[in-house]
């Protein structure tokens, strides 16, 4: 009969790991046009000097992006699938893996990253410092890192969102890429088709 006890009070010591797919389609946009240093600059200050992601500084960066055209920006589909493990009881992130068809030969897997629980869901975000060198292309410089994916508990949602601007180090103009990632779609419990 001890035996039975000291089973049934190890069993709610393990939590239960949900493990969720989302796949998610939209748009990877690159340009290599560069802006005059008005919006862009005042937001790279932000983001050195806060060291974290603000309303003010995401406002001045949307703000830059608006500086360019339409045309200017090259657009391709993106297809985009997330594979978030869950603790189901507490409702809290465990990890994240993502992959991008095309895949942005400027994402850093090695980006450093956060998370975020929030009442309607998890946040992971993947940045990098305004001013390293990028790992994988180290003739370039980072002006803006940030990846962001999240769930919604409520609505069953997948999205991610990113920028990524570069600077050539050796101060070429029109070659610095800014890559632009929105996609969202639906999720659902990870389980085996075949």
């Not at 998610?24 to 200050?45: A, M």
């Not at 890192?145 to 508990?153: A, E, K, L, P």
Request: hydrophobic share 35%; charged share 25%; glycine share 4%.
């Amino acid at each position: 009969m001890r035996f039975l006890f000291l089973i049934f009070l190890a069993v709610p010591a393990f939590s239960e790991t949900s493990k969720i797919l989302c796949e998610l389609n939209g748009t990877y946009s690159i340009t290599y046009k560069d802006i005059k240093k008005t919006y862009l600059s005042e937001g790279i200050e932000l983001f050195k000097n806060l060291a974290r992601q603000t309303q003010q500084s995401l406002f001045l960066l949307q703000r830059a992006k608006t500086s360019f055209a339409e045309e200017d920006w090259n657009k391709d589909n993106l297809y985009t699938v997330q594979y978030w493990a869950i603790d189901s009881e507490k409702e809290s992130f465990k990890s994240l893996t993502h992959t991008l068809d095309p895949s942005p030969v400027w994402i850093n897997p090695e980006a450093s990253w956060s998370s975020d629980k929030s009442d309607t869901g998890i946040t992971v975000t993947h940045s990098m410092e305004a001013g390293d060198i990028h790992p994988l292309f180290p003739d370039y410089t980072v002006d803006v890192y940030r990846v962001i994916n999240t769930f919604n508990w409520y609505t069953g949602k997948g999205k991610i969102s990113g920028d990524i601007w570069l600077n050539k180090i050796d101060g070429s103009v029109n070659r610095n890429p800014k890559v632009e990632i929105q996609a969202s779609g639906a999720c659902e419990p990870q389980k085996k088709k075949f």
